[in-house]
C-alpha cells in the first residue's frame, strides 16, 4: 500500500431508516427494493422514460443501507440519480456521455457495451445510479472510476467483465471493474464482476460511506482491495456478497475506521487453478466487525495484523485451513450504532447468495419500458429444463425437440443446475438457440456422455469422431453459456476402441460460447463446418478448454479468446498432447487463441501448441493456429509446432505474437513470430468478419 497522506475529515452521522436487509432483493418488501419485478428490457440507444416530475419505478428511487444510508459530509445519504431523469443507453458514446454529465441521472444500460480502447474506465460524476435492464446490461473489457470527491453514486444490476489481459497476478495493467479514489457515499449492488485485468472493486484513498452489497465477485487474483491512504477514517459496509474463484483481497481492508462484514460467502472452488491465499483480512489499522459469514475451503480465511482489531460473531468455516484470527486493541464498537440491520443464519448463506446475488432478471414499469418488454416477450421463449420435474422438461434434448422448425427468433433454454446424462442435439433447421445453466456457477449445469469414436452404435457400425460428441450443434447463432459441457469416456478401460471422444461439437456459424467449460481427454472440442465450402464461425470467451491429445481442432474459423486452456495427463499418467489440430480450407481463417491462459498439472516441454491436420489426406488444405497475447506455461515444447500425417506444419500456416510465461520463446525457424503488421491483421475482429458476438 502507498503512504497517501490527508488530514481526518470532520465526521457527521445519524441514524437514518434503513431499509429490509438480509433478504434477497426479490424477496424484500413492496415499496422497498422490489428489483425482480421492477427492471425491465428498454427500447431505443437512448430514451428518456422518466423525469423528476414523473412517477419513477421502484429500482430507480431506492436508497442504500449500510454505511452508504448515513447521513455525512453534505450527504444526505445514497440515492443516486433518482431526482434527475432517466435515459436508457446501448452505446459507449451514450454511456459515457450521461455518467460523465455534471447534472444527474438514471442510466438505464439495456445493451452489452463494449470498452474502447480496453481497459477503458468510465470517469462517473455526482448523482448518478447506473443500473443494468434485467440480464442485458453487460460492461466488457473495462469498467468505472470514481474520483475524489465524486459522491452519491448507485451501480447496481451489471455484468462488468473480460477486461483480462492473459497475465493472472497483473502489474501493468491496471483495468479493474469498478474503482474509487476519494469518493464517497456509494452502493454497489447486484452486479456480477469478473475476469478483469487488476481488481474487480478497489476502495481506495479514504473513499467512504460505502456499500457493497448482494455481488457475485469471481474469477480473478485481486477481488476487492481496500485502502491505499495512512488515514483511519473511512467507514465501509460489505454484506451478501459472494466471493469465488479469486485468490487475494478477498477483500483486503487497510486502515478503515469502521468495516462491517456480514453474511458474505467465501468460496474456494475445488478443482480449479485458482486457490486461496486468505480470506477476509483486516489490516493496518482497521477495526473490522465480522458477522455470521460463511467460508467455503478458504486458505487463512480470517486474518489479521497485530496492528488492526477484529472482532467475529457467528461464522462458520467448511474445510478452511491456516489462520483464523481475531482481537486487536481497537474500541469495541457496534454497527447498529450508525445503521439497523437484520443478520441471515450463517448455515444459510451459501443457499441464499447462490440464489439472489448478481443482476436480476425483470420487466419494464414505465409505459416506454413495457411496450418495449411486450415486443420482446413476444419473440423470445424460454423452456426451463430441470431433473426434478419442476421444469417445463427433465431433459435438454427434450426441450430442444420442442423448439419449432426453422424458428425464427431466440428460444433460450434455461437448464437447472444438475448432472445431465445424455446426448444433446441441435439440428440445423433449429436457429437462434440458447442452453444456458441457471446455477451460481458454470460448474452447477453439466451435460455428460461417454461415447467414443470406436464405440458401437445400437444399429451397428461405431459412431466416429464427429458422432461421439456429447452436445453437438448443427445449426446457427447458437450460445451456450454458464454450464459444463463434457465427455467422461474411460480411454484406460477401453483400449481395445478408438478413443477420440468429443465434448461440444460445432459445424455452424455464428457460435457464441460464452462462461462455459468443455472437458474431454482426446478431440474435446470439434468446431466445425456444415461443409468445406461453407463459412463457421465460434467465438469462445471467458470459458475453459480441458484436454490433452488434438483438444481443439477442425476446420472452423474459430477464437478462443479471454479462457483457460487445461492441459491434463493422458490415461496412463503421461504428459505429451497438442492442444490444437486445425484443418481449415485454404483462403480461410483457422483457430486463433487470444488472451488466454495454457498450463496444466503436466510435465515441462511435454504439449505442442498444434499440429496441422489435414482431414482424409486432404493437401488442398491450408491449417492455420496463431497464438497470441497469451501465457504459455513451461508445459510448452521449445519447438511448438508439429508435424502430422506425412503433412508438416512449415508448409501450413502456424505462428505467434507476443506471448508471455515459462513457454514462450524468440522467434527462430522452429517458432515463427508475427510481425506488428502481420498481427494487425491477425486481430478477433479480423476472425470474426463483422459479426459481433453478443449475448441474447
Known sequence: MSDISGSPRRRHRKRRKALALGVPLTLTAAGALAYGTDLGAFGSAVQHTASAATAAPAWATASADGFASVDALGQNGTYGGR????????????????????EPYVIVVAATITMNPVGKEIKVQSDKTIVGSGTSGQIVGGGFFLGQGVHNVIIRNLTIRDAYQGVWNDKEHDFDG?????????????????????????????????????NKLSQENKAFGIGWTANVTADITIHHNWVRETEQRNPSTDNVAHAHLYNNFLEDVAGTDIKSSYGNYSRGKTNMVLENSYFQGMTDPVVRDTTATLVQRGNMFSGTSGKNESGGSGAAWNPKTYYPYTLDKAADVPALLKSGTGPRASIGTTAAATTTATTKAAAATTLTVAKDGSGQYT???????????NN???????????????????????????????????KDTTIVYNNASGTPKPGGGTYGTGGSATVAVDADDFQARNLTVS?????????DIAGQAVALRTSADKVFLDGIIVSGDQDTLLVDTASKDKLGRVYMTNSYVIGNVDFIFGRATAVIDKSVITLKKRFNGTSAGYVTAPSTAAGRKGILIADTTIGGDVSDRSFYLGRPWHAGGDASLDPQATVRNSTLSAAIRTAPWTDMSGFSWKDDRFAEYRNKGAGAGAASTERPQLSDAQAAGQEVVDWLGGWTPSAS
Open 408 to 442: 425464427p427468433s431466440r428460444v433460450v433454454i434455461a437448464v437447472k443446475p444438475g448432472t445431465y446424462r445424455e446426448l444433446v442435439k441441435v439440428p440445423s433447421n433449429k436457429p437462434h438457440v440458447t442452453i444456458q445453466g441457471t446455477g451460481g456457477s458454470r
Open 395 to 405: 431433459t435438454v434434448q427434450a426441450a430442444v425437440n420442442a423448439v419449432p422448425a
Open 83 to 102: 431526482n434527475g431523469k432517466t435515459v436508457t443507453v446501448k452505446t459507449l458514446a451514450d454511456l459515457e456521455k450521461y455518467a460523465t454529465a455534471g
Open 487 to 495: 465427455n467422461d469416456f474411460d480411454e484406460g478401460a477401453h483400449q
Open 178 to 214: 469498478i474503482q474509487m479514489d476519494g469518493a464517497h457515499h456509494v452502493w454497489i449492488d447486484h452486479n456480477d464482476i469478473r475476469h478483469m485485468a487488476d481488481g474487480l472493486i478497489d476502495s481506495r484513498k479514504d473513499t467512504t460511506y460505502l456499500t457493497v452489497s448482494w
